[in-house]
């Protein structure tokens, strides 16, 4: 009898034993879903190069992606995404990290790279809390969270839509969606990882040991159950007030635009600057 | 073949994590009566015949450790 | 290519333009950097010269993306550097442990100016030499040259990519706003006559479960993205596989110590000095634009009679001791000249003082390369 097997084992470094994440953490149904998207378009791991910064969800490719992984310093993988994309333009380029990584410590280079529309997925799996250190306040994490530095409720105003800011900033294309939508997740990175742009998807995803657990918001089903209960697809939103939309997670697919993207605009710029040169030297002006 | 297949040690167990017995609107599992290497619960197949190959289970794991077979192509199933 | 990457001739050429066209001859195919005086020339010229021979320089949000990008571009296999001055270094200093941690090779060229802090951004001093040995967290080796002139700033540019690309590792080209803006003669020779080196890499259809592409003294080939390697790249400390091990501190040991060593064990064939001190009583020892005062100092008190001679560090880091003991055996005084208040100073005492009277002369103002007259002063003093 033939045993069935996972069919995205295969995707999987075959010196990974087990996932790293704590039970019920929404990081693995986020990089199956990853997974699942390159299954469905028929690509294989050598066609990309991931690379992920510090925190749980950089923990997503490395070491559990049989690719080319490059696992960096907290907040820069954009930033190394860039220097790879532009040295092996033919390859795909998928960031995964979290919130705390991406939009706190590494803001900057999310907001200049989605300005810039250089062709990568940037992947930003936002939990909403700092999980590795043990649950401190992130700048995601809601006013009045108590979490281990913010033990009297968090004080500070928060980022209450990443993906709003990345659509400021001129990204091509940015979705939102839930652990609780994986099918959903990974039908839009698919349409990610084939824009020729800038590609950002944020994922509310659970951490019930450091935010359900420890701030009292239950454990991985109750935080699922939630997701679902408060989410609202981009079309139902705008039917709503905002006064409606308080509390509410709006998910779906904002923006799906096409506009010059840097790596197409390099080469040209090279073409140009190289065949002025070439002609400089044929007529003796080299 | 089998419709399901779990494999027991990438389980982080029914009681801590439980997505798979949560996503099931069949009841298809529930937790084992023993313990993997890990110290976790997996979950068994309890109602195989109630499956619907609806891949809930399989596509929310955080683990990939189950896996379901392909759904024949009924009709209106999606 | 060769032609067009290599502008063979005679010039009268700025120090930062020579530096720019030094790594276009080494074969540079991406540069990254953020605007910073003194630097900027080095960015405008390879701007300009990089995309006619196909790569590009990307002006990027900050020093520290500057030097991520750098390191992103080497695994994707491209020779890259990064230019700027000491604000930016200070920046860049996580990622360029980073850089060492997974032996990525690149150019880091720092024009140093004026400093501590925003300082003085048209005076060069040699103000950040130990924070390019020191200046990440961890034990770690560095490979720094310091060039004195235009045409080292050509020179010591190529050698600065050979030896990232032979050993694996980023190194520093510790120039500053004086040579770097000094314009004088600079020779370009025949592209065939520049000797480049490139980085070795795994043998295409290496099976990615046996490649040992980290932690070989002896430098491991590059396992570089885009060729089906599957290579884990963290700088989480890792074994030879690079496979991440935050439990046994015997991996952190071998990870600590094996980076160390793949630089230590080839400092003979790294280290670069230069030698005048035959039958020298007081040896003059600099580096970088204040050799030049060390030079016309020491050939005038030769003139006087006095028998003085000079070592010049071309490589600071890994520090050459064996190079000072040996001068250091042969010297009565040694007198040691930097354009700062002491950095290297108390490494070369550390080698020379069993051995020889060692003391240290500043710049009369610290920013001024010392004065020739000065250093013959200190000489007659320490002669009596």
């Known amino acids: 009898m033939n045993e069935l097997v996972h069919p995205y084992h295969r995707f999987i470094r075959p010196t990974v034993t087990h996932t790293t994440f704590c039970p019920g953490c929404g990081d693995g149904t986020v990089a199956q879903s990853i997974l699942r998207a390159i299954d469905g378009l028929g690509m294989d791991m050598d066609d990309f190069v991931f690379v992920s910064g510090i925190g749980c969800a950089a923990w997503i490719p490395s070491p559990l992606f049989n690719a080319d992984v490059l696992h960096t310093t907290h907040g820069r993988p954009i930033a190394f995404a860039f220097g790879i994309k532009m040295g092996l333009p033919d390859k795909k380029v998928m960031v995964v990290s979290g919130d705390g990584d991406l939009v706190a410590i590494g803001g900057n280079h999310l907001i200049q790279n989605a300005r810039r529309n250089i062709e990568m997925v940037v992947l930003c799996v936002n939990n909403g809390i700092y999980g590795m250190t043990g649950g401190q306040a992130a700048p995601t994490t809601p006013m009045g969270v108590k979490t281990t530095t913010t033990p009297y409720g968090a004080f500070e105003n928060f980022f209450e839509d ?64 939630d997701y679902k209960k408060r989410s609202i697809s981009i079309k139902e939103a705008k039917k709503l007030s905002p006064e409606e939309l308080k509390d509410r997670m709006v998910v779906g697919e904002f923006v799906d635009l096409d506009k010059p993207e840097m790596v197409e605009e390099v080469t040209r710029m090279i073409r140009r600057a190289s065949g002025e040169a070439q002609e400089a030297v044929d007529t003796g002006r080299g | 073949m089998a419709t399901l297949r779990i494999y027991d040690e990438l389980c982080k167990g029914a009681e801590e994590c439980g997505i798979c017995l949560y996503v099931c609107k069949e009841e298809v599992f529930q937790p084992s009566e023993t313990l993997n290497q890990k110290g976790y619960r997996p979950p068994v197949v309890v109602n195989e015949d109630q499956c619907t190959q609806c891949e809930n289970c399989m596509i929310f794991c955080p683990d990939l450790a189950i896996v379901v077979s392909e759904k024949k192509r009924k009709k209106g199933s999606k | 290519m060769g032609e067009k990457r290599v502008r063979t001739g005679r010039y009268f050429m700025m120090g930062n333009v020579a530096c720019a066209e030094g790594a276009l001859a080494a074969g540079c195919e991406f540069a990254a950097g953020y605007p910073i005086t003194p630097a900027t020339e080095i960015a405008n010229h390879l701007a300009e010269k990089l995309p006619q021979v196909g790569g590009a320089f990307f002006q990027m949000e900050d020093e520290i993306s500057s030097i991520a990008a750098v390191i992103g571009a080497s695994w994707a296999g491209k020779k890259a550097m990064t230019v700027t001055s000491g604000p930016g270094i200070s920046l860049m200093l996580e990622n360029i442990g980073f850089a060492i941690g997974v032996e990525t090779p690149c150019v880091i060229v720092n024009v140093q100016r004026g400093a501590p802090t925003t300082g003085m951004p048209t005076i060069g001093i040699q103000g950040d030499m130990v924070q390019a040995k020191h200046g990440s967290h961890g034990d770690y080796e560095i490979i720094a040259l310091c060039p004195s002139s235009p045409q080292e700033m050509f020179d010591h ?102 980076l160390s060593n793949k630089i230590l064990k080839h400092k003979e064939e790294i280290t670069l000095v230069e030698r005048d001190y035959e039958d020298a009583e007081i040896v003059l020892v600099s580096y970088g634009g204040v050799s030049r005062a060390a030079a016309a100092a020491a050939s005038q008190a030769r003139k006087r009679g006095i028998p003085v001679g000079t070592l010049r560090l071309i490589t600071v880091w890994p520090f050459p001791g064996e190079e000072i003991e040996k001068m250091a055996r042969r010297a009565k005084q040694v007198i040691v000249l930097e354009n700062n208040l002491g950095q290297v100073y108390p490494y070369i005492k550390a080698e020379a003082a069993h051995f020889a009277e060692v003391s240290f002369l500043p710049p009369r103002l610290v920013g001024e390369i010392q004065d020739p007259e000065d250093i013959l002063r200190k000489i007659e003093e320490v002669s009596k």
């Not at chain 3, 000094?182 to 480049?196: D, G, L, Q, S, Y």
């Not at chain 3, 599957?230 to 091990?245: F, I, L, P, W």
């Open chain 3, 157 to 258: 540019t190529v050698i600065a990519f050979n030896y990232a690309e032979k050993y694996r590792t980023p190194v520093f080209l510790l120039s500053d706003a004086f040579v770097g803006h000094m314009r004088e003669e600079v020779v370009i020779p025949e592209a065939e006559k520049i000797e480049t080196v490139c980085r070795n890499i795994p043998e295409p259809g290496t099976d990615p479960l046996k490649m040992k592409g980290f932690l070989d003294e002896d430098v491991a080939p590059m396992p570089i993205f885009g060729k089906g390697f599957k290579a884990h790249v963290t700088s989480s400390c890792h074994d030879e596989y690079g496979k991440r091990n935050l439990i046994d501190i015997s991996a952190l040991d071998k990870f600590v110590r094996r």
């Open chain 1, 162 to 225: 990443i993906s709003g800011l990345v659509i400021a900033a001129g990204a091509s294309f940015v979705a939102r969606w839930t652990t609780a939508h994986p099918r959903q997740l990974t039908a839009s990175i698919k349409k990610a990882i084939q824009k020729k742009g800038f590609a950002f998807i944020e994922v509310i995803s659970q951490c019930p040991v450091q935010f359900g657990r420890k701030m009292g918001m239950g454990n991985a089903i109750q935080m699922l159950e």
